[in-house]
């Protein structure tokens, strides 16, 4: 039987719903806070290493162009 390769969302969503078994009520917390402060991490995970390069470099584009001038 092969074993399936866990990517890290689905480790991530495998401990949230983990967690919401545990602690259901701890939930309301977490997602007021989440608003308040974002969650980089899902960001980044979420849109994948090319994109965050390519927004990176289009920013210090941005910036050397602005500095320069």
């Not at 399936?4 to 939930?27: D, F, H, S, V």
């Not at 007021?32 to 289009?58: M, P, Q, T």
């Amino acid at each position: 039987m092969i074993k399936e390769i866990e990517t890290p969302e689905m480790k991530r969503e495998r401990l949230r719903q983990e967690e919401l078994k545990i602690n259901p009520a701890g939930i309301v917390s977490d997602a007021f806070n989440r608003v308040e402060n974002g969650n980089l991490a899902d960001l980044a995970g979420g849109i994948g290493w090319k994109v965050i390069g390519v927004i990176l470099l289009i920013l210090i584009g941005f910036l050397a162009f602005i500095f320069l001038s």
